[in-house]
């Protein structure tokens, strides 16, 4: 069974940096894509960064140069290291996850089959 469960949220003023982890149990990487998305209270969930079975990102605009996204196989975790954190940042975080299909990874909630938990990042100004 897929699970993913998340952490490393917490409260940063901004400016600063916080990375999240999301564990995996139940698949491979190398046949799955990862992303990451956030959803701020009264807001819809978006996309901020994915991790393709062959290893290559995404961003969008909005976190391109301030977001990373890795993954270390041997500890089944993915990662995002968040920096120059902004207030507007401020959102629960889900990792999700989706089998590969070999020609990239979608960006879109509906594109997914398993999410964690979440964890809370919330930045002050």
């Known amino acids: 069974q897929v699970q993913l469960v998340e952490s490393g949220g917490g409260s940063v003023q901004s400016g600063g940096s916080l990375r999240l982890s999301c564990v995996v149990f139940g698949y491979s990487f190398s046949t799955y894509c990862m992303a990451w998305f956030r959803q701020a209270p009264g807001k819809e969930r978006e996309w901020v960064a994915a991790?393709?079975?062959?290893?290559?990102?995404w961003y969008p605009d909005s976190t391109e140069g301030r977001f990373t996204v890795s993954q270390d196989n041997a500890k089944n975790t993915l990662y995002l290291q968040m920096s120059s954190l902004k207030p507007e940042d401020t959102a629960m975080y889900y990792c999700?996850?989706?089998?590969?299909?070999?020609?990239?990874?979608?960006?879109?909630?509906?594109?997914?089959?398993?999410w964690g938990q979440g964890t809370q990042v919330t930045v002050s100004s």
């Open positions: 999700a996850a989706a089998p590969s299909n070999g020609v990239g990874c979608g960006l879109t909630t509906l594109e997914y089959d398993y």
């Open positions: 991790f393709g079975a062959d290893s290559a990102t």
